[in-house]
């Protein structure tokens, strides 16, 4: 694709069945977990985009992995070795997977990024690692990319991590608890934001073998090993949303086959939310179709998002279809995602006409059903850039800058949804 893109509807009515991939979150600690485990497994249904292509290209510099396509063979190991350079780009779930991998590694490897992942902050994640005795030695900014980390005197025990930063902190250092002399006591500190994904993270932990017990504010993980094993990755809620989300914006109806074999992620939320908006969702076998006639209503909606908080950009741009005063709250930590997920996502979507305010947790978003042709900026956030692109199933056009940003989670988006949206390049 060139620099930007001209996403207008597909012609006819909205009828659209579309696969999305795999769940990129459950398939990078599949991966993990079958790297640290002693023995080969094998893993399907993994993604292609950029944050697992991060974790099975360092898995292949050291001669760990291989395969092509969905399906991966990793010979694991308890003696862990991981390049001297980990290239994050811009993955922040594998940049925070991989510095607590390091940690269980006796030579020192360091992880850098691109400048926007070099931005977001690390600091809670490499406090407790040092806190466990691992050597963690920032060469640069404090708190952020880049960091060069080994064993050190690594060690099991207590530790204390705040929850309402980011999740993924707490599930890096759960990946590794198993391989920590004497495990680990996680102690929650404050409200635990996206527990989902810690909840996620157990289940895969579970599947290859490891004890993990969660409480409301207490992960224990005893000193064990992880077990090879054969492991199916579930297709992405969050990148099924995109799709799922359309007929509030335009009458119609979607499927998603297979969708309905996704069982552990709190992103399937959306399905309540469609549901409560007005639309019909219905499970037949493995798929799930989600429809609106065009007499049905839609219904305005309070929100509390902090458990779901990856559907925020496509939820918001389908409130901004309904009339009525709709409310997302619980979702303030979502400024250090990829982009500012609240101020730079409002910004865009009152480009194309909606009328949104920014609040301390969450968005007001007051919908009405004319929209503006526009050209939105996607802040190096593959996640709006597909939400903003559904923008043209309610106007003329949508000119999306940057539109390869899809590729961190799916690089095929738009090809793939060429049954809701058509695209085509313009010139720089």
């Known amino acids: 694709m060139t620099s930007n893109v001209r996403v207008v509807a597909a012609e006819g009515p909205l009828n659209a069945t579309v696969r999305v991939p795999g769940s990129k979150s459950i398939a990078n600690r599949a991966l993990v977990c079958a790297f640290l485990a002693e023995g080969a497994s094998t893993v399907t249904g993994v993604p292609d985009g950029d944050d697992t292509a991060v974790i099975i290209d360092a898995l292949s510099k050291v001669g760990r992995i291989a395969g092509a396509g969905d399906t991966w063979v990793v010979n694991g190991s308890r003696t862990v070795v991981l ?38 902050p690390m600091s809670d994640l ?95 993980i005893p000193e064990g090993a992880y077990a090879p094993t054969d492991y199916f990755v579930e297709p992405d809620f969050s990148s099924a949303a995109f799709v799922l989300v359309a007929p509030v914006l335009r009458a119609g109806g979607v499927t998603i086959p297979g969708l309905a074999r996704s069982v552990m992620q709190g992103d399937a939320a959306v399905l309540d939310i469609l549901r409560r908006v007005g639309c019909r969702v219905d499970v037949r076998g493995d798929d799930v179709r989600v429809t609106r006639e065009v007499t ?26 309904i009339s009525g005063e709709s ?27 909606a009328n949104v305010e920014v609040t301390e947790d969450g968005l007001v978003i007051r919908g009405h059903s004319h929209m ?40 095929s988006f738009f090809a793939d949804m060429s049954a809701i949206l058509s695209v085509e390049d313009v010139q720089k």
């Not at 890096?172 to 198993?178: E, G, W």
């Not at 219904?299 to 901004?320: E, F, I």
């Not at 190096?380 to 989670?409: C, F, G, Q, W």
């Open 83 to 120: 390049p001297g350079i980990v290239d994050a780009q811009l993955a922040g779930t594998s940049s925070r997977f991989l510095t607590a991998v390091a940690a269980l590694t006796n030579s020192t490897t360091v992880v850098d990024g691109g400048e926007p992942l070099r931005s977001r």
């Open 372 to 411: 503006v042709t526009s050209t939105i900026d996607t802040h190096h956030d593959h996640r709006l850039a597909m939400a903003l692109s559904l923008y043209t199933l309610v106007n003329n056009e949508v000119i999306v800058k940057d539109p390869d940003v899809v590729s961190k989670s799916w690089p």
């Open 126 to 220: 490499h406090v407790a690692l040092s806190s466990l005795g691992a050597d963690v030695e920032p060469l640069g900014e404090l708190g952020h990319l880049p960091v060069s980390v080994s064993r050190g005197t690594l060690h099991g025990g207590d530790l204390a991590i705040r929850g309402d930063v980011s999740s993924q902190f707490i599930s890096a250092v759960m990946l590794i608890a198993p391989l920590v002399a004497g495990g680990l006591t996680i102690t929650i500190e404050g409200e635990l934001v996206s527990r989902s994904y810690v909840e996620m993270t157990a289940s895969v932990m579970r599947a290859f073998g490891a004890e993990v017990t969660i409480e409301s504010h207490t992960i224990r």
């Open 296 to 321: 049905d209503s839609l219904t305005p909606a309070s929100l509390h998002m902090s458990d779901c908080s990856d559907l925020v950009p496509a939820v918001a741009v389908a409130l901004s279809a």
């Open 327 to 353: 409310h997302i709250n619980g979702v303030g930590f979502i400024r250090n995602k990829e982009s500012d997920r609240l101020g730079d996502l409002a910004h865009e979507m009152r480009q194309c006409g």
